[in-house]
């Protein structure tokens, strides 16, 4: 996620208001080797902080190897950036993500590798609305969000929760404390979670 938003930072510094409203879509390269995708009808510079990206907005995060690992869509994104003040660094004039806000069916799908077994897991995220906050590195859903995670190592199936708001962290590595997601509902609604563990292997099979 952050490669992704440094790569639509760098796309804000070149395209001025004066340039709003292009056919636009294009790939760049990341700084670790992998490859940001960006497509959208429209995208309009916001003096030197903002862009939007209008109709069928999306982005996607490609690793060095060629792999998909996070792909958001909206019928408009908007980023908004702080400049770093700070001198005599590499840094110094780079454009750095404060937030984004995903408008009109948001759909977020990151992918990542279980931190315990290894194995690659899925997660799809869709709400009404979505933000993303720079400095916590996370993304915020609200209204109707479904998060179905495919994990096999742990499931049988995808496991599916539903509920009225939610919070996915994009941080890479977590830490001890922090948590994936969680998901919540207003009362009385209730925060629901249908899925099939994967039997442990070893244990015993009843007879």
Excluded: H
Excluded at 95 to 107: D, F, N, T, Y
Excluded at 111 to 130: E, H, I, L, N, P
């Amino acid at each position: 996620m952050r490669s992704m938003l440094a790569a639509l930072a760098a796309v804000a510094m070149f395209t001025p208001a004066a340039l709003a409203r292009t056919v636009s879509s294009g790939t760049f390269k990341t700084a670790d080797g992998g490859t940001i995708a960006i497509q959208c009808v429209e995208i309009e510079g916001i003096g030197t902080d903002r862009i939007v990206l209008r109709d069928s907005a999306r982005t996607k995060l490609f690793d060095k190897a060629g792999a998909l690992v996070f792909d958001a869509q909206a019928d408009k994104i908007i980023v908004t950036f702080f400049t770093n003040a700070g001198k005599n660094t590499e840094k110094a004039n780079a454009m750095i993500v404060k937030s984004a806000e995903l408008v009109g069916s948001p759909k977020i799908v990151y992918t990542s590798k279980d931190a315990t077994t290894g194995v690659v897991m899925t997660t799809t995220a869709t709400s009404r609305a979505a933000t993303f906050d720079g400095t916590e590195q996370a993304a915020y859903l609200t209204g109707d969000v479904k998060i179905v995670n495919e994990n096999p190592a742990l499931f049988e199936g995808p496991a599916v929760m539903t509920g009225d708001e939610a919070m996915v962290n994009l941080k890479s590595p977590l830490g001890p404390d922090d948590v994936r997601f969680r998901i919540r509902s207003n009362p009385p609604g209730l925060s629901k979670i249908q899925a099939s563990p994967k039997p442990r292997e070893g244990a015993d099979k009843k007879k």
